[in-house]
Every structure is written in C-alpha cells, then in structure tokens.
C-alpha cells in the first residue's frame, strides 16, 4: 500500500494491521486445513509513503515500526531485538505533486493508493504555495487538473494515473466534500474515467486539530477490480456517479442531504477512518 501524503503515517499504521490480520486469518485458515502455519512475512516494507516534511516521514517511519512491533506481540510473535527499528527507505520524504526541477514526480508500485491529501482550496493555492510553485503546477498538469480546483485533487489525477499505467489497482482517498461539484467534480471525473468509484461516503464529519470541515470517502479502481459490490454511505448501489450520488434498481438516488441529516457521528466516522484501508 501507499500513502503519497503520509504525513506521520496513521494511514500507514492502519493498512499495515489491515495487511498483517489478513495474513493472519489465511495463516490460520491453512492450519485448520492441515497446513503446516509460517511465520508472518508481511511487514513494515509493505507500506510505502511519499512526504514532504522531515520531522514527519521520519515520524512515519517509527509509527510503522511501533505498529509492526504492536502487532507482532498482541499475536504471540517475537519481534526484532537488532536493532529494533529498522531503516524504512519505503517512506520517502519528497514533494509528491513536483520534482525540484519541476517536473511531475513518479510514483512508486503499489497494489493499493490510499491517503488523506492536504485540505487547501484553490482560492488559497498561492497564498500559501506561493505563486512561482503554483504556476509550475498549473503547468505541469494543464488540461488535466482545472485551475481552480482543490489541492487535493492533483493526488486524485496521480492516483488515477497510477491505475491507468497499470502501477496500482485500486485507490482511496479522503477530500473536502466539495470533491463533488464543480471543477473539483470534473477532475474526479477524468481521474475515474473508466476506473469506477465502486464505494464513498458522500458527506461525513472530519474533526481534527479542533477544526471541523465535511468530507468526502471516495473509493475507485481499475475496472473489475473492486473488491466486492458497489456501495455508496454504506448502502449497495449499481453505479456511483462523480456527484457522489448513485443508480440503484434503474433510478438514481438523491443526492448528500444537509449536514446532520443522517451523517455519522463521530465515532461513526472514525471507524469509517479505519476501514477505508480495509475498503480498497
């Protein structure tokens, strides 16, 4: 799995224990069948990430490792004593929208892209990017990313990108709820062009920081490749459309009400969090 905007890696945590409990259950499904059980292979090199500052790739690093170390115990394995942690180089720290040179950056193989990309919206780009970095990215991604549309959807078009050049399988991201109009709608648009949205929340609280803002789950893939069913806020559909609202029996189903009108709680919402590793 990677997370092309890691910060200190809560993602990453999560899709490693989602990584390492599905292992698990195969290990312990083998026995009940016979098998002779192994040791668990999957570990922290299974999770990549991508992230600009430091302090906080670094911080990533040692969240994976905590989490590896957390796991290996709460299931009766030994963990590595020398050293205990380990160099991490699957979590770089770069900028995962431009190069130095200003170039549109590679990202690395990952069967599952998964991330919460920085919040900013397009009103606000150069306020705080600045004006030079703003105008390369225009640049480098014209005709692609409208604009005026958010920061996070320039990771969207890169995830799309990644599926499209066969470097990733299914994806799922986190935006502002504003993904669902607009020219943010229309770069969601080109980045599932023929990779279906195949789960979303359309609408849900996301508190951090003491800073309430609404959401966005949105969950694609390549085609055929979603893990099971279509589900739109938790409710099998046919088809979920880039508004967020979905086709279910022939008949489209009316779009994200106001908010309060049946979004989830808070703890609702974190499990949501939880889960959108598992989702993809």
Request: with cysteine.
């Amino acid at each position: 799995m990677l997370d092309p905007a890691c910060g200190s890696g809560n993602f990453l945590y999560l899709a490693l224990q989602a990584l390492k409990d599905l292992e698990h259950r195969v290990q312990l499904e083998a026995e009940a069948l016979g098998f002779q059980r192994a040791f668990p292979e999957i570990g922290p090199a299974n999770v990549k990430g991508i992230e600009l500052n430091p302090y906080a790739a670094e911080l990533a690093r040692v969240s994976v490792w905590i989490g590896e170390i957390q796991w290996m115990r709460r299931n009766g394995f030994g963990e590595a004593r020398d050293p205990i942690l380990k160099p991490l180089d699957t979590i770089e720290c770069r900028d995962a929208i431009l190069t130095p040179d200003s170039f549109e950056p590679e990202w690395p193989w990952a069967d599952i892209v998964i991330g919460n990309p920085p919040f900013l919206g397009g009103k606000l780009l150069i306020t705080h990017l600045g004006e030079d970095y703003v105008s390369q990215m225009f640049k480098t991604y014209a005709n692609r990313v409208p604009a005026e549309a958010d920061l996070v959807c320039y990771w969207f078009e890169k995830a799309g990108q990644q599926i499209a050049s066969g470097k990733a399988v299914r994806v799922g991201l986190v935006a502002t709820n504003s993904i669902r109009g607009g020219a943010n709608r229309r770069a969601l648009q080109a980045a599932t062009d023929i990779r279906p949205i195949f789960e979303a929340w359309s609408d849900e609280p996301w508190v951090i920081d003491g800073a309430a803002v609404r959401v966005s789950l949105v969950c694609f893939s390549r085609a055929g490749a979603a893990a099971s069913g279509t589900r739109l806020d938790g409710e099998s559909v046919d088809e979920i459309y880039t508004d967020l609202t979905a086709r279910h029996g022939g008949t489209g189903l009316p779009g994200p009400g106001p908010a309060g009108s049946g979004g989830a709680g808070p703890m609702r919402m974190r499990k949501r969090g939880r889960a959108i590793a598992r989702s993809v």
